[in-house]
């Protein structure tokens, strides 16, 4: 019932930027959180940002200062600023939505289908 549709990713030297973008459509009731995550081969999948409906922000602390996440409520959409890339950014990045349906039920989790990142000389 609920579609993530992500975007953005691609190849870039390093101190490149890139922006993703996801949006949220289906049966959504209302939005609890939204966020990225990313995982790169043989490693667990890392919280990299997270936005919530109340408007507090969480940041993998290695990214902080340069990754920005923002979104627009009203679409639906979540984006990933980012800038200044490192090699150890690469990852393929995921886009995350915790999402209410109806009003009578709870929440859950939605994934996106991820995006490759690749930041190399």
Not at 33 to 61: C, F
Not at 71 to 88: F, T
Not at 104 to 120: F, L, N
């Amino acid at each position: 019932q609920v579609h993530l549709a992500e975007s953005g990713g691609g190849s870039v030297q390093p101190g490149g930027s890139l922006t993703l973008s996801c949006g949220a459509s289906g049966s959504i009731f209302s939005i609890n959180a939204m966020g990225w995550y990313r995982q790169a081969p043989g490693k667990e999948r890392e919280l990299v940002a997270r936005i919530t409906n109340g408007d507090s922000i969480e940041y993998l602390h290695s990214v902080r200062g340069r990754f920005t996440i923002s979104r627009n409520n009203a679409m639906n959409l979540v984006y990933l600023q980012m800038d200044r890339l490192k090699p150890e950014d690469t990852a393929v990045y995921y886009c995350n939505v915790l999402v209410v349906s109806t009003m009578a039920s709870g929440p859950h989790d939605y994934w996106g289908q991820g995006t490759q990142v690749t930041v190399s000389s």
